[in-house]
């Protein structure tokens, strides 16, 4: 299996999708509750699964030039948000402040492979859906 190369590329652009359950182990580790961790640092983005419609998951707020919210948490992704580039609320210091319970995009993402190895986001929609 490889292994991150810690350089931040992926922090830096485009914040993962967190899996099932995982929001919950991030607050924790934040020692804060699911709710208040959800409030202060999650948008809500997602796509149209065939055989379930559509799929909301979690995704850490992404910053902008400002180093602000792109958009307020709780907010649902709009076309051009996905097209933005920003980085991660988390990313800090040149690494992830939730590293040992970053969202499951970017534990299974290796940006030096072909994109059709890294798990998608169809994959992460449809462990919500189920």
């Not at 299996?1 to 830096?12: L, V």
């Not at 991030?26 to 948008?43: K, P």
Request: proline share 8%; with cysteine; net charge positive.
């Amino acid at each position: 299996m490889q292994r991150c190369k810690r350089k931040g590329d992926c922090c830096r652009s485009f914040p993962g999708w967190f899996g099932p359950g995982e929001v919950e182990k991030a607050a924790s580790h934040l020692g804060m509750t699911a709710d208040a961790f959800v409030r202060r640092y999650i948008i809500i983005d997602g796509m149209t699964v065939e055989e379930y419609g559509r799929v909301d998951v979690f995704s850490p707020v992404r910053l902008n030039k400002h180093g602000e919210p792109a958009l307020p948490p709780l907010s649902r992704v709009d076309f051009f948000y996905r097209y933005f580039k920003g980085p991660c609320i988390f990313f800090k210091d040149n690494g992830c402040m939730l590293y040992p319970f970053h969202p499951i995009e970017c534990r299974y993402y290796f940006c030096d492979q072909p994109p059709e190895k890294n798990l998608s986001h169809k994959e992460i929609a449809l462990m919500w859906a189920r």
